[in-house]
């Protein structure tokens, strides 16, 4: 009977037990991890598209459990550990509003710390800060930041052309509206007014002069929408789009002449002489000019944007601008004005810097051909460039982005989870290429709390 004791070693047994005990718990928190990021992919999939997570009752039973209850069930028809979970959990099944908050914290949070990393390895860093009212009354300040990241990369409808291109055939539906007598006098009657409007001369006229103007605004609208607009672009856009409602305002005696001689005009109507239409007409032109101008005006340190103009290069190689290179070194002080002068004029000779179109455009050329070390005073007035922000277009998204997630039905949501909400919507394609984003998101909340759910490895 005691022929073998002794031969079995108890630590070789403990050592045992205790590698099978960290085995069991490591699969138990692989397991508890795959449920927990099906559940933040649940929420970040409200989040992306601005939809409300809680419905009016979260219960089992309830006919209206809200869309991240209702998500949830989904992928757990389509995913069996997550349904198994849902079904006997009985310690943290994961779709309490406590839980949300929480993960939606642990997002903001981890969203957050990539912009810093981001911010922190550039050079130059601008803000923008701006601020509204949301539906609750209460003052939102939206800070926007701009920099340059690793890859290079910045961080950042009209219905008159429709009425113009079909306006005969919304002539002949009115008056089918009106003399058919199918439809009740309100119809009738405003049916018979619009089809007056579009044949009265004073309006065809208007609708052939904003015909006209409207592209030229949706061009620029397109172009100052962009999130890597740089002082460059932005100035020979609006330079082009000045000349093109320039042009507009110098062809309007033929567009005058054209509309009166095609017009046929309701005698009981009196409308307004040729005369009047053109010095309207260019009232609206002198207008748009105007405010282009006063809105667009650039303060005397962008002029350092003309530097690095692409189709003035070959201008610059006859007479080098002096002057903007003397403001753009008492603008920036950190700038070696000698060493930039020496880059510059060099640049400008050489013909395959002219292609380039922008500053973005210039600086990827210099990093795809490893030039920042040989043009480092121009690669660093570019990233100042590039970094300052041109619109303030990048800030009202971000408002149109607040009244589509605070809304009125919405309205008593707490700040905490408006940020987290807001930044999810704003920012979807970072959260998609932030590597192992549900990975930090589940190590920030498994390190909340003491938990009794374990999501941490041995």
């Given at each position: 009977r005691l022929q073998f004791f002794g031969k079995l070693s108890i630590a070789e047994q403990l050592d045992e037990g205790y590698r099978?005990?960290?085995?069991?718990?490591?699969?138990?928190?692989?397991?508890?991890?795959?449920?927990?990021?099906?559940?933040?992919?649940?929420?970040?999939?409200?989040?992306?598209?601005?939809?409300?997570?809680?419905?009016?009752?979260?219960?089992?039973?309830?006919?209206?459990?809200?869309?991240?209850?209702?998500?949830?069930?989904?992928?757990?028809?389509?995913?069996?550990?997550?349904?198994?979970?849902?079904?006997?959990?009985?310690?943290?099944?994961?779709?309490?509003?406590?839980?949300?908050?929480?993960?939606?914290?642990?997002?903001?949070?981890?969203?957050?710390?990539?912009?810093?990393?981001?911010?922190?390895?550039?050079?130059?860093?601008?803000?923008?800060a701006d601020e509204t009212t949301d539906i609750a009354t209460q003052c939102q300040l939206v800070l926007v930041l701009r920099y340059i990241d690793g890859k290079s990369n910045v961080q950042e409808s009209r219905a008159i052309n429709t009425v113009f291109e079909h306006r005969e055939g919304l002539i002949r539906c009115f008056e089918t509206i009106r003399d058919s007598g199918d439809f009740d006098p309100v119809t009738t009657r405003e049916a018979g007014g619009f089809a007056m409007l579009l044949e009265d001369q004073d309006f065809n006229f208007f609708l052939q002069l904003f015909h006209n103007i409207m592209p030229h605004m949706d061009i620029l609208y397109a172009k100052l929408q962009k999130k890597d607009i740089d002082s460059v672009h932005i100035k020979g856009s609006i330079q082009q789009f000045q000349q093109d409602i320039q042009k507009i305002r110098n062809s309007l005696h033929s567009l005058v002449n054209q509309s009166s001689e095609g017009a046929s005009q309701p005698k009981r109507r009196r409308s307004l002489s040729p005369d009047v239409h053109e010095r309207i007409a260019i009232e609206v032109?002198?207008?748009?000019?105007?405010?282009?101008?006063?809105?667009?005006?650039?303060?005397?340190?962008?002029?350092?944007?003309?530097?690095?103009q692409a189709d003035r290069f070959e201008q610059y190689t006859v007479a080098f601008p002096e002057d903007a290179l003397s403001r753009t070194l008492k603008a920036y002080p950190v700038l070696n004005g000698s060493k930039l002068k020496t880059e510059l004029s060099l640049i400008y000779c050489k013909e395959e810097f002219r292609t380039c179109c922008g500053a973005v455009d210039l600086l990827q050329l210099f990093k795809e051909n490893n030039l920042e070390e040989v043009f480092s005073e121009t690669v660093t007035l570019l990233k100042i460039l590039i970094t300052t922000p041109m619109t303030t277009a990048e800030a009202e998204r971000c408002f149109s982005t607040l009244k589509r997630v605070k809304t009125f039905l919405r309205n008593s949501m707490t700040q905490e989870r408006l940020n987290a909400l807001a930044m999810l919507s704003m920012e979807k394609r970072m959260v998609t290429e932030i590597i192992d984003f549900n990975q930090k998101v589940i190590e920030k909340f498994a390190s909340q709390k003491e938990r009794r759910a374990k999501f941490i490895f041995k």
């Open positions: 099978i005990g960290i085995r069991r718990h490591n699969e138990e928190v692989t397991k508890n991890r795959h449920i927990l990021s099906r559940i933040i992919d649940c929420v970040k999939f409200c989040g992306a598209f601005e939809l409300a997570l809680r419905g009016h009752n979260e219960s089992e039973s309830s006919d209206n459990p809200g869309i991240f209850r209702g998500l949830v069930d989904f992928v757990a028809s389509l995913d069996g550990v997550l349904k198994e979970h849902l079904e006997n959990a009985s310690v943290f099944k994961g779709t309490s509003k406590t839980v949300q908050n929480e993960l939606l914290d642990c997002m903001l949070s981890v969203m957050r710390e990539h912009i810093i990393q981001e911010a922190q390895k550039s050079d130059f860093l601008s803000i923008q032109c002198d207008t748009i000019l105007q405010h282009t101008m006063e809105r667009f005006c650039f303060t005397s340190h962008l002029v350092s944007a003309t530097l690095l």
